[in-house]
């Protein structure tokens, strides 16, 4: 499957899989209803639950919603990158892209492979990740491939995604921006560039927020980005490493080799997300050590949050939450 194949697909009301920096995307022409529906189609998605809008750059962007000082700001400092902001939506965006809000989420991917597509076609892209409805987003070609299986769309091979978890989204409509869905780019990076304090769940003391059913951003469901094994999140590391493990024929997720589990059985698997515990590693390789892990087929797989002091680690422990059946 070919950049062709997708560029016709994107021009003739269809759908197709592009990669970008973040994790695939399902994409579509968000000016194209019936692509739209399509989308929402193959990924079994609730209609209430928005896309994002990606597009070259700040001056596309301001065709699309009604842009401001600060997102312009904002789009120089992280476009192209993983910061999606939420803002006015101009008429040009049908409201199925948007669940019938009044607003839409715009980001400006980095991936080389989409922004060619995005020069080639001349149009706003929505795309949401490129999997079935609270499933894991996939990182990589053949995560693609295994999620829609024959009825996969026409598919551009971009490699391992770099960051490995989706974007930042920010609310810019509100009086004090606020982050919606944490992501690699943190409420410090965010706050640095504005120059004042923004609302964010970071931080275990909102460790409500994640299972909070009032949330603002329709996407961002309790329960998502689940593997088909069930999570147990224990509350640290050295909890987990020090339990007894010797009955067990599961899994433990650990961060690296650092770690080491005393007391394990030789059926257990042990697998580490990363070589020496660097933050963006870990991120990069999640959702693609829990999509490998499935298929080991076993009960359960162990694992534990992160400190909340780093951003990319803080996204990663919202994706674990969502991803877990139970704490520990
Ligand atoms: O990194 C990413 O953002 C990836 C890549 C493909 O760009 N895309 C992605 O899309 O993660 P999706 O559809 O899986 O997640 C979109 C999130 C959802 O949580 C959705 O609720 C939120 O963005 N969202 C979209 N439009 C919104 C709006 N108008 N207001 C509030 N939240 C919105
Ligand atoms: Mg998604």
């Known amino acids: 499957m070919s950049f062709d194949d997708c560029k ?10 592009l990669p970008t920096e973040t994790v695939y995307g399902l994409a579509c022409s968000a000016f194209s209803q019936e692509a739209v529906e399509k989308v929402f189609t193959l990924k ?12 070259l750059d700040h001056n596309e962007a301001t065709k699309i919603s009604y842009t401001s000082q600060l997102s312009e700001k904002l789009a120089k400092a992280f476009w192209p990158g993983p910061l999606t902001m939420v803002l006015p939506k101009k008429k040009c965006i049908p409201y199925k892209i948007t669940a019938g809000l009044n607003t839409v989420a715009i980001r400006s991917p980095s991936h080389l492979e989409f922004r060619k597509m995005l020069r080639s076609v001349k149009l706003p892209l929505a795309a949401p990740s490129a999997n079935k409805s609270n499933k894991i987003s996939p990182t990589r070609y053949q ?25 930042t989204v920010l609310d810019l409509t509100t009086e004090i921006p606020e982050i919606l869905r944490l992501g690699s780019c943190s409420k410090e990076d965010i706050e640095s560039v504005i ?29 998502h980005y689940a593997p088909e094994t069930p999570l147990f999140i224990y509350p640290s590391f050295e909890k987990l490493i020090s339990e007894s493990f010797s009955e067990y024929s599961d ?9 080491n589990i005393k007391n394990s059985a030789s059926k257990m698997i042990i697998h580490y997300l990363s070589e020496n515990g660097d933050p963006k590693e870990i991120a990069k390789n999640l959702y693609h050590a829990l999509r490998c892990l499935d298929d080991f087929k076993k009960d359960k797989i162990f694992t534990s949050l992160f400190p ?20 520990m």
């Open 8 to 17: 016709t697909a994107l021009q003739s009301s269809s759908i197709c899989v």
């Open 44 to 55: 079994n998605r609730p209609s209430s639950n928005p896309l994002i809008v990606h597009v």
């Open 143 to 167: 995560d693609v491939l295994n999620e829609f299986g024959n009825d996969c769309p026409p598919l551009i091979d971009g490699g391992p995604c770099q960051i490995g978890i989706e974007s």
């Open 195 to 223: 120059c004042c304090d923004i609302k964010s769940p970071q931080g275990k003391e909102n460790i409500n927020y994640f299972s909070s059913k009032s949330r603002k951003s329709p996407g961002q469901m309790n329960k």
């Open 251 to 259: 899994i433990i997720l650990l961060p690296c080799k650092d770690y």
């Open 308 to 327: 909340w002091d780093n951003g990319v680690l803080s996204a990663v422990n919202d994706r674990l939450i969502r991803a877990s059946t139970a704490f």
